[in-house]
């Protein structure tokens, strides 16, 4: 994605905005997926009770500019201070062996 496009400057934007940025589909509240929902529970565990989420579904250009930005096929995607960790999987797996929590400066559990 070229760093000039008007959806790339959006998106990276958003990801600089906040330390714990969670491109997601639905919301926090009201996730839409399954591995979405996964996301913020595995967020939750980790301490982080307010993430800021982007629900691609309310917006097409974010959903198929945020797999160009990250080159990650898949949603949801975190990123925390700008750095792009990766999808459900990842998460759950970095959350399994303490990585996760290092990573959001919370105590492992």
């Known amino acids: 994605m070229n760093p000039t496009d ?3 400057q959006r998106i990276e934007k958003i990801v600089k905005s906040s ?8 919301t926090a509240q009201f996730p839409m997926c399954g591995f979405s929902g996964r996301a ?3 967020l ?14 309310e917006d097409e250009e974010i959903r198929s ?5 990250s080159n990650w096929p898949t949603i949801p995607q975190l990123y925390v201070k ?3 960790i990766g999808g459900s999987d990842i998460m ?4 399994e062996n303490g990585e996760l929590q290092q990573v959001l400066g919370a105590p492992a559990a």
């Not at 500019?65 to 930005?69: A, L, N, V």
């Open 44 to 57: 939750k565990a980790c301490g982080v009770e307010q993430p800021t989420t982007v629900n691609v579904l």
């Open 6 to 8: 008007p959806t790339h």
């Open 92 to 95: 759950m797996e970095m959350y």
């Open 82 to 84: 700008g750095e792009f």
């Open 40 to 42: 913020i529970q595995v």
């Open 19 to 26: 330390d714990v940025v969670l491109f997601m589909k639905g």
């Open 65 to 69: 500019g945020i797999k160009e930005y």
